[in-house]
């Protein structure tokens, strides 16, 4: 049978999920993404217009990329080759794309879907683009990650990339009332009600994801029906509604994107001093199932990197949270991470330490390596102080006030100065003792 003969479906429709039932068959049944199919809008002009380039949708999941893929072929015309990148390998791809090419010279038109294109390695990806840049398929790719960084450049420069946005929850619910009023493809022959919070709650919880809101109220329709007496009618309440949803599954990717988005907001949060917002951030990581060393590691980094030595406790506090989940694990341990990252918030903040040292290492990549002066040296060896090495050399102990008027760095980069303390917290007596150490050293200069 050719690939592109209908194939016969697997089950009747009617015992498919309702997921899948609900699917949107045109754009005024598709829900969300507005900023894409209105009427003018990017995406929109491009299918009024029948145009053929090739496009990648990029959004989290069951925000309906695949039946935005499938409207499209339907709208146009063309013929829909659904091809997933997790069970398909290279054999496959050439094979379609041969047949594709076959059924363009015959003027036919195919739109080949890829769901999950960011998980084709390079070779693979590398196989679509003598078809896509001859016409001979029209490729649409659906991913959860960042094209930017899973797509090779070769291929996303031939295709546009529409971003799609997590479903609200108003979409949500509207979406649900229609699965339960839509006698054909949704609940409706079976005399369901919902109570508005139980469809509220629901869409509370699927954050965005359209598909795991359906599959919860069909299994929240299995109670209620379960339940439903001649006196009684099924209704979905609240509380069967939290039966049906057991544990809330929370969009992450501990080697994606969403892992940096939620660390970043972690970090921002406690560089703002947001305890509230910074310990939301924290409990989404932990919920989500991040590795626990991996946010004391990143925990720890905050104390060095925003609060410094503005409160150079932060950091001894930061590692004792770390040996404290290490030796109790998580969820015991949680606390003690908690804990330190609201002290992150409520410290004093200065980045002081982490602008100097950016300064030296660009200073040291940019200027030429001088050797260090002679009486720096140490002079172990009768050569050496023969050499001059350590000649000029001031004993700090020995000095009054402990302050030698010797130049320590390089002749190049004499008088630079990279630390600059703040005037929050402790570093504001840094600044004085380092005002101090400028005077007794000038001073000492002048004699």
């Not at 145009?51 to 013929?79: E, H, N, Q, R």
């Not at 919920?287 to 720890?300: K, N, S």
Request: hydrophobic share 40%.
């Amino acid at each position: 049978m050719s690939l592109f003969d209908s194939a016969p479906a697997s089950a009747p429709f009617r015992h498919a999920p309702l997921a899948e039932r609900m699917r949107p068959r045109n754009l005024d049944e598709y829900a969300g993404q507005q900023h894409l199919i209105a009427p003018g809008k990017p995406l929109r002009v491009q299918i009024d217009h029948d145009d053929p380039a090739s496009m990648i949708f990029w959004g989290p999941p069951g925000v309906g990329k695949t039946s935005l893929a499938k409207i499209i072929a339907a709208t146009t015309g063309a013929s829909f080759l659904e091809f997933s990148a997790v069970l398909s390998g290279i054999k496959e791809i050439k094979a379609i794309m041969a047949q594709s090419e076959q059924a363009a010279q015959l003027g036919s038109r195919t739109i080949l879907f890829v769901d999950e294109i960011h998980r084709f390695n390079k070779a693979q990806q590398d196989a679509f683009l003598p078809y896509v840049e001859r016409g001979s398929i029209r490729l649409i790719g659906a991913t959860t990650e960042n094209p930017s960084f899973e797509v090779i450049g070769a291929l996303l420069s031939r295709c546009r990339v529409y971003v799609l946005e997590a479903l609200t929850e108003n979409h949500i619910v509207g979406l649900l009332q229609r699965a339960l009023t839509d006698p054909d493809r949704g609940l409706g022959s079976l005399n369901l009600t919902a109570a508005p919070e139980a469809l509220e709650l629901i869409a509370g919880y699927s954050s965005g994801d359209c598909r795991s809101a359906y599959n919860a109220l069909e299994v929240a329709a299995q109670l209620a029906g379960a339940r439903a007496t001649p006196a009684q009618p099924a209704l979905i309440t609240r509380t069967l509604a939290e039966e049906a949803l057991q544990q809330r599954v929370l969009l992450y990717d501990k080697g994606g994107e969403e892992h940096y988005n939620l660390i970043s907001a972690l970090h921002k949060s406690v560089r703002n001093s947001d305890p509230d917002a910074a310990l939301y951030w924290l409990g989404r990581m932990f919920l989500a199932g991040e590795d626990p060393m991996y946010l004391a590691r990143r925990v720890i980094r905050m104390a060095v990197e925003d609060i410094g030595l503005a409160a150079p406790e932060a950091l001894n506090l930061c590692l004792s949270a770390r040996h404290t989940m290490e030796f109790l694990g998580s969820p015991e341990g949680d606390l003690a991470l908690a804990e330190a990252v609201v002290y992150l918030c409520l410290a004093p903040k200065s980045n002081s330490v982490y602008t100097a040292w950016s300064a030296v290492r660009a200073d040291i990549e940019a200027t030429r390596q001088e050797p260090v002066p002679l009486h720096l040296r140490n002079a172990p060896t009768r050569l050496m102080k023969d050499l001059d090495y350590g000649k000029g050399y001031r004993y700090a102990h020995d000095e009054e006030g402990k302050v030698a008027a010797m130049d320590c760095l390089p002749t190049s980069l004499l008088g630079h100065q990279y630390f600059q303390p703040t005037q929050e917290g402790r570093e504001r007596q840094l600044a004085q003792r380092l005002d101090e150490i400028r005077r007794i050293r000038q001073a000492k200069r002048q004699q």
